[in-house]
């Protein structure tokens, strides 16, 4: 099983957008939940916004609805998170993590720490300076 790997990133001014990639590999036609996560100094890691694959729709933290659209391409089995009107507060290092067994994009928004075999990407880092 490969693990995901994040592209983009990098450090902007408040107010500014910026986008973020994750490559996955290693599933084929299985569905799977897949999902952006942050991390800032000092805090506890927290979910920003999963799909899951066999189904519509896309889950966000409240604290991004609005201005972050996550997006899959399909057929290249990537997924992008669009970062618009970013704030100090978005800074850290954002994970994209991926997992088979998934009961849905809501379950996996809110179960993610509990899910089995997650696989977790290196990492890339946001920072939004005010």
């Known amino acids: 099983q490969a693990r995901p790997v994040e592209t983009g990133g990098g450090s902007v001014q408040a107010g500014g957008s910026l986008r973020i990639s994750c490559a996955v590999s290693?599933?084929?036609?299985?569905?799977?939940?897949m999902g952006w996560f942050r991390q800032a100094p000092g805090k506890e890691r927290e979910a920003v916004a999963v799909?899951?694959?066999?189904?519509?729709?896309?889950r966000y933290t409240d604290s991004v609805k609005g201005r972050f659209t996550l997006s899959q391409d399909g057929a290249k089995n990537t997924f992008a998170l669009q970062m618009n009107s970013l704030q100090p507060e978005d800074s850290g290092t954002y994970y994209c993590?991926?997992?088979?067994?998934?009961?849905?994009?809501?379950?996996?928004?809110?179960?993610?720490?509990?899910?089995?075999?997650?696989?977790w990407g290196q990492g890339t880092q946001v920072t939004v300076s005010s």
């Open positions: 993590a991926t997992v088979r067994m998934c009961a849905g994009g809501s379950w996996f928004l809110i179960n993610w720490r509990g899910a089995t075999n997650v696989d």
């Open positions: 290693g599933y084929g036609q299985t569905r799977y939940c």
């Open positions: 799909l899951y694959t066999g189904e519509r729709g896309e």
